[in-house]
Nanobody, 123 residues
Framework: QVQLVESGGGLVQPGESLRLSCAAS????????VAWFRQAPGKERQFVAG???????YYADSVKGRFTISRDNAKNTVCLQMNSLKPEDAAVYSC?????????????????WGQGTQVTVSS
């Protein structure tokens, strides 16, 4: 049974940082492309960042330069370091995995999803 479990969400003030983690089990993690998506209330789920098997990354323009995605295949984890957080970054953040070689920004192309972790940015 494949499981993706996110952690690290919370409440922070604008300008602060958070580090999200996604722990995977039940799949050969090193062979999967992994991405973070987020969904704010009343909005569509949107792509945030993705990382390929060998570590190549891709970011949404809205987070480029502030967020960093990384992976540790030995530990079956992917992390999202979020710096300089803004109120508009507030959302439920979910990690997702796909068996394809490339990063895609379309949620329907990902096979497995976690339940998500809440990020709130407010003063």
């Amino acid at each position: 049974q494949v499981q993706l479990v996110e952690s690290g969400g919370g409440l922070v003030q604008p300008g602060e940082s958070l580090r999200l983690s996604c722990a995977a089990s039940g799949l050969t993690f090193s062979t999967y492309t992994v991405a973070w998506f987020r969904q704010a209330p009343g909005k569509e789920r949107q792509f945030v960042a993705g990382i390929m098997r060998a570590g190549s990354t891709y970011y949404a323009d809205s987070v480029k330069g502030r967020f960093t995605i990384s992976r540790d295949n030995a530990k079956n984890t992917v992390c999202l370091q979020m710096n300089s957080l803004k109120p508009e970054d507030a959302a439920v953040y979910s990690c997702a995995a796909r068996g394809g070689l490339i990063i895609t920004t379309t949620r329907d192309t990902y096979n497995y999803w976690g339940q998500g972790t809440q990020v709130t940015v407010s003063s």
